[in-house]
T-cell receptor, first 121, second 111 residues
């Protein structure tokens, strides 16, 4: 259980266009999802926290108008890269938070999607 | 500021040798720490968490609050352990868990 999918797995677009990436929790509901960016041979950098039914919380330095996040349901969050430029090319990974036990002391766990490779020409 | 440091970008050991991947953290609160693993062409997946105090695939990690460390250890490395390993610190901000990742260590097990 606890599977997270992302679509598309790979996308190539022209500079100036917008690209939408979907993140779905397939077998659980997630009130909180996260979007990360990973540059080649580097670690995951948290971009924003996506909360169902409310505005996303962006990390410092991440442009909210550039990276639009929508979390309209308990199983779907979307990241839209608006007016994409070559420097936006990266590997984007989402995760969904799941409370895996009934223990209040348990912080739960994040389950990760397979990632989306974005290339902007 | 919260930070996770993995001092080794690359680590190479021979099959059957012991492995230790280092992780140090900086956090003023009570830490919740995780190790994630990413095998070649696969998604990031949880390896173990300090709260569970369990051994997964022969790996263990002990939280040392005095040294602010959470090193990952395995007594006898196997070739299938070759992967990218990330240490992560969990923070709870406004009721939501947030992970801060270390830079990662690429572990290669030589036959």
């Amino acid at each position: 259980g606890a599977v997270v999918s992302q679509h598309p797995s790979r996308v190539i677009c022209k500079s100036g266009t917008s690209v939408k990436i979907e993140c779905r929790s397939l077998d659980f509901q997630a009130t909180t999802m996260f979007w990360y960016r990973q540059f080649p041979k580097q670690s995951l950098m948290l971009m924003a926290t996506s909360n169902e039914g409310s505005k996303a919380t962006y990390e410092q330095g991440v442009e909210k108008d550039k990276f639009l996040i929508n979390h309209a349901s308990l199983t779907l969050s979307t990241l839209t890269v608006t007016s994409a430029h070559p420097e936006d090319s990266s590997f984007y990974i989402c995760s969904a938070h799941h409370w895996t036990s009934g223990d209040l002391r348990d912080p739960g766990e994040q389950f990760f999607g397979p990632g989306t490779r974005l290339t902007v020409l | 500021a919260q930070r996770v440091t993995q001092p080794e970008k690359l680590l190479s050991v021979f099959k059957g040798a012991p492995v230790e991947l280092k992780c140090n953290y900086s956090y003023s609160g009570s830490p919740e720490l995780f190790w994630y693993v990413q095998y070649s062409r696969q998604r990031l997946q949880l390896l173990l968490r300090h709260i569970s105090r369990e051994s997964i695939k022969g790996f263990t990690a002990d939280l040392n609050k005095g040294e602010t460390s959470f090193h990952l250890k395995k007594p006898f490395a196997q070739e299938e352990d070759s992967a990218m390993y990330y240490c992560a610190l969990s923070l709870v901000i406004q009721g939501a868990q947030k992970l801060v990742f270390g830079q990662g260590t690429r572990l290669t097990i030589n036959p």
